[in-house]
Every structure is written in C-alpha cells, then in structure tokens.
C-alpha cells in the first residue's frame, strides 16, 4: 500500500470516527506552518503541528561534513500536508495507552538500565512493532488515523525548511545529545523546536519511521513509502548517546522491528480528515 492510499484509509478511519472527539476539536488540515491542534484522549493533550504539503531535497550533498553514503540526495514532493506530535511520545503518553511504564519495558530488554523516568520524558525501549501498535491504540481512542511518519516525512518535518545539516545554527541549542546531555535523556521540550515548533526532532531519543530501510536513490520522488527490506525499519534523529553527525537531518539508520534499546522511541502523525 503506497502513502496515499494510507492517507486514504486514514482520513475515513477519522471521518468515521470524528465523534470521538471534543466538538471543539479542529481535525480539517492546518493553513500555514507551524500551526498547532490539540487533541485529549483519556485526559492527556497531544499537541500537534502542521506541516504543509511541499517540496524539498532529503539527503545530504557531498560537501556535508559527517555525511554518509546512504544521504544520496533527491527531490521528494509531498502531496499532501500532515499534522506532526510537538514532541515525542512521553511516558505518561504510553503509559495511558499501552498500560507498561518505561522500566516495565526495560524489563523486556533485560532489565538493561533506565537513564531517566517520569511523565515528561520520553518513552524508550520501544521496538518498531510496539510504536506500530501504540499507533493502532490510538487511533481506536481517538477515531482518526494516527500512525508513524515516512522517513520522507519525518525529515521534511525535521529540516521546516533549512537546508543545513542541522535545523539550527548551534546544535545544542535544540538538542539532547552526547556533548550536553551527561549520557541520559531528558524530558521532552525543554531545548528549543525548530522553525515550525517541532521539538527534539535532533537529540533525546531516536524515533521509528514508518518504512522498511531502502537505499535512497537519485531519482524525484513522490510520498515514497520504503518496502524494499521487510527485516529492518528506519529510524531517526539522534538521540542522548549520539555524535553531532549523528543528529544531522539527514542521517538515518536501520534495525529490525524487533529492537529494543535504551535510546529509541517514537512520534506519530495525525492524517488530516474532516469533522462530521
């Protein structure tokens, strides 16, 4: 199934089940960037912002210090605008829906260490499967499509515009990582977001993308969706452990869905419908 037909689907999950929510409650698309919509499920706000359907070059040029081969740079257009969680998933987001605190699910990796607990931190220890599923809760709870970004998403979302390798001109002005972040996570929002409002899109924790992992061609794209490599998915961002080029808007990496790790969480995308 491409993107569109999964914007499709979506949009008459929420139709369906438009409801569900607040009367007051907008779900239409946004007007301009960076425009924000709340919504309350089971007594918790998600704040989400818009981000505009566009253009934009994903990859990184050959010039870009810290880049990878696997940035090959390429035009992608996408057709239609989508609103972006404000921030990650915190605890007290998944908690709520999933029923399992961050050091239950530590317990599932081994009982591995927890670097940080509390409602304003960021969920991890979340494998591709359980962010999927977390999406699927939600959007029973809700009655609209919630599901992760595409990788294509997720950076057009990450670079609001900027063609740099990072989102802002001093990085640790907006991000958790190894140089600031004394080897924990943080909670969520408190380093400054990007142009469109978006924070800790660099640094804090890595987010699961939508796609399995493909190589990223030359060739212009539209709404692509990877399904080359049903082993692994994406993931992005950089998080608390991680080298400045490793939180480049650019840069990705790959895990099985399975994965569990200390420093891996998610953010999820609301498709845009239309209230009854």
Known sequence: ???????????LLCAAGAALFAADVPVKPGAD???KTTLNIQGIDYTFVWCPAG???MGSPASETGRFASETPHRVTLTRGFWLLE???TQAMWQNVMGTSVRDQCKKAGGKWVTAAGPEFPIYYIT???AKAFCDKLSELSGCGITLPTEAEWEYACRAGTKTPYAAENLGDTAWYAENS???THEVKTKAPNAWGLYDMHGNVYEWCLDQYGDLGPE???DPLATADAATHVYR???WDSLARNCRSAFRMKYPATTRLDYTGLRILLVPGTED
Request: proline share 3%; glycine share 10%; charged share 25%.
């Open 1 to 11: 199934m491409n993107v569109r037909s999964i914007f499709t689907l979506a949009a």
């Open 33 to 35: 960037a960076g425009e």
């Open 55 to 57: 253009e934009f070059v």
């Open 87 to 89: 921030s990650e998933v």
């Open 128 to 130: 591709w499967d359980e």
């Open 182 to 184: 004394e080897y924990k």
């Open 220 to 222: 212009p794209a539209a």
């Open 237 to 239: 961002g950089g998080c």
